[in-house]
């Protein structure tokens, strides 16, 4: 009796695991989905919403690295100065995986459609924590 009481425990947490996974999942998708509008629409602040706004931040990209969200926000003002060098951004996540309580990584490609001076795109790794209930981005990878 015992050992059914333990692996009917087991089994339950193990759904409550997946379940909230598959939340988590869809919560950070959903971040990325309005981070693609919000581009889209030339809303760098609101697109960067996205980060963990603290001076902990990081963000390495062909410059090297930036740390802090005051310092990745005005890389991206100066690399993407008006409508036509933020072009048209797409993502495709090749992966999501949750490594441990609060902790996710994502996978992707990004791709700026931009007819008047060339598209350009690469690959990405976001770092995500949970925190205060709310998911954001602590480190992003990004070439």
């Known amino acids: ?17 997946n379940a909230q996974t ?11 989905k309005r981070q693609n509008a ?7 602040e609101q697109f960067m919403v996205g980060y963990w706004p603290s001076d ?22 100066k690399r993407y100065p008006d409508r036509a060098s933020m072009g048209t951004l797409a ?8 490594p441990g309580p609060n902790v996710a990584y994502v996978i992707g490609k990004w791709h700026l459609t931009r007819p008047q001076i060339g598209d ?10 949970k925190m205060a209930g709310r ?8 070439s």
Do not use: C
């Not at 598959?22 to 990325?32: N, P």
């Not at 919000?38 to 760098?44: C, I, K, S, T």
């Open 1 to 17: 009796m015992r050992h059914i009481l333990l692996l009917l425990t087991f089994l339950t947490l193990a759904g409550t695991a």
């Open 22 to 32: 598959a939340a988590d999942r869809k919560a950070i998708l959903g971040i990325l």
């Open 38 to 44: 919000d581009w889209n629409a030339g809303r760098v």
């Open 56 to 77: 902990s931040l990081t963000f390495v990209g062909k410059g090297g690295i930036t740390y802090g969200y005051q310092p990745t926000l005005a890389n991206y003002r």
């Open 91 to 98: 993502f495709t996540i090749l992966k999501t995986e949750f």
């Open 120 to 129: 350009v795109g690469g690959h990405f790794t976001l770092l995500w924590r």
């Open 135 to 142: 998911w954001v981005i602590i480190s992003d990878h990004s």
